[in-house]
């Protein structure tokens, strides 16, 4: 539940439903569809698996798997790019703040209320947005410095059942108005043509990393709290990964109707959920209220997957250096936050972070973390040893093959096939930067892995015991 809870935010509410619309409805759904089970569910498996094995977060974890300078630099580079999308993420949370704020303030529901013009004035504010960004960051970095059960624990587990009902009847209210069930057939019928192009087979496999959060080092870091008992298989691959798929498939019924019934453009980018939601909420009975459930409910599950990604570099740095907790939180937090004010800055930058994270960065990740296994272990006996024990559900050798060979086999072909139809393409400039920026990020990472592995330190037991 808390890395389901960690999860359900931006990636599957927000992001969800503009890239369905951007590559082809439902098309686009059966591809993502075949990569979650295909790639994320067995690598969600093997990361949790690393966590519970070594009880270490990210960095920790690779250099006592691999022992050696190089372990530590591999564990640099899914730290660092896990900081990276947290730096353009974190923007996304502001806006769902200032949408809860609104909401709060009866906005939506005033007479001559305009969506479209109220998030172009919004996304248009550079000072507005960056303020946003800011409260954001402050906010995280105060609830992982007092605690988290008192405060949002409590609050969560009631506003995310809540976000999934007004979910439910946004989308109900959205195919009865005029027009609506043209934004059901348009993403229950697929156009099979997109199923012929690579573009659409990358936004596929980018969601459903960017869904699960396979790669970002989550799974591992909520892993290593795992006592020797819990279920790996069920919990860290089928459940979160089915859970976070029904909240994103949610979040795509309800915006579709919406969609054409008002005569948006389906692949309108950012800002589709925000205007769709702000257009069929005045047409709800209770319309006031419902804004309130939704986009108050929005900002926390937004919210809380903030503190699970910032969690990642704050376990870390409280490992890896003599920082007190407090200290890697202010630190972390701060890095997050100057790194993001571009993003907060410009919405364009924004998404071009997002294409360089999600076509270069996470591919990168994920095949680091799975290589930890292949490289550690034959796949075959981390599946007995670690991830098979004391499971009720208990994976066959079918994962062995998926690990060594499907994954890692996808994500070469996937960043290849990236750098190949990005050539003499607008999209040509941005794959420069990122290619060269995850050859930079390996780069250094191995240096600095070097560097750090000189350091006496004095040797931390691991209470894994598998």
């Known amino acids: 539940m808390a890395l389901l809870g960690a999860m359900v935010g931006a990636g599957n509410i927000w992001r969800m439903p503009f890239t369905t619309g951007q590559n082809g409805g439902g098309a686009f759904l059966i591809a993502y569809l075949i990569f979650l089970y295909l790639i994320a569910v067995p690598g969600l498996m093997a990361e949790t698996m690393i966590g519970r094995y070594t009880h270490h977060g990210v960095i920790g974890s690779f250099k006592q798997l691999l022992d050696s300078k190089y372990g530590k630099g591999l564990g640099i580079v899914v730290v660092v790019i896990n900081i990276a999308l947290m730096s353009y993420y974190a923007p996304i949370i502001g806006w769902a703040l200032y949408y809860a704020a609104h909401s709060l303030m009866m906005t939506f529901t005033q007479s001559g209320f305009q969506p479209q013009a109220f998030w172009q004035g919004f996304i248009s504010n550079p000072g507005l947005v960056i303020s946003m960004h800011t409260l954001t960051m402050a906010g995280i970095a105060g609830v992982l410095i007092f605690g988290i059960r008192r405060g949002v624990e409590r609050v969560v587990k009631w506003l995310i059942p809540l976000l999934v009902v007004a979910l439910v009847a946004a989308g109900v209210r959205g195919i009865t108005l005029p027009g609506g069930m043209q934004g059901l057939s348009f993403v229950f019928t697929p156009d099979w043509t997109y199923l012929t192009r690579g573009s659409t087979w990358i936004a596929a496999l980018s969601q459903a990393l960017?869904?699960?959060?396979?790669?970002?080092?989550?799974?591992?870091?909520?892993?290593?709290?795992?006592?020797?008992?819990?279920?790996?298989?069920?919990?860290?691959?089928?459940?979160?990964?089915?859970?976070?798929?029904?909240?994103?498939?949610?979040?795509?019924?309800?915006?579709?109707?919406?969609?054409?019934?008002?005569?948006?453009?389906p692949s309108g980018g950012s800002g589709l959920l925000f205007v769709s939601m702000a257009e069929v909420i005045p047409q709800l009975p209770g319309g006031a209220i419902w804004a309130i459930v939704l986009f108050v409910s929005f900002f926390f599950a937004t919210f809380t997957s903030g503190l699970g990604i910032t969690e990642v570099g704050v376990t870390t740095i409280s490992e890896e250096t003599r920082l007190s907790r407090t200290g890697a939180v202010v630190a972390v937090c701060t890095a997050i936050w100057a790194f993001g004010l571009p993003s907060a800055y410009s919405s364009t930058f924004l998404g071009q972070m997002d294409f360089i994270i999600g076509r270069y960065g996470l591919p990168l990740a994920t095949l680091t973390i799975v290589l930890l296994i292949v490289l550690k272990f034959s796949p075959e006996r981390a599946r007995v040893i670690a991830l098979n024990r004391y499971a009720g559900i208990h994976v066959g050798p079918w994962w062995n093959y998926v690990i060594t060979y499907v994954i890692p086999t996808v994500m070469v072909v996937i960043l290849g096939y990236g750098i190949v139809t990005s050539i003499g393409t607008g999209n040509q400039t941005l794959m420069l930067i990122g290619v060269a920026l995850m050859i930079a990020l390996v780069g250094a990472s191995m240096i600095a892995g070097g560097i750090i592995n000189q350091t006496p330190s004095e040797p931390v037991e691991s209470t894994g015991g598998d």
């Open 210 to 265: 960017f869904s699960t959060g396979l790669g970002w080092g989550i799974a591992l870091t909520y892993g290593s709290y795992l006592g020797r008992y819990d279920d790996v298989p069920l919990g860290g691959g089928m459940f979160t990964a089915i859970g976070n798929t029904s909240i994103g498939l949610l979040a795509v019924f309800a915006t579709f109707p919406a969609v054409f019934a008002f005569g948006l453009e």
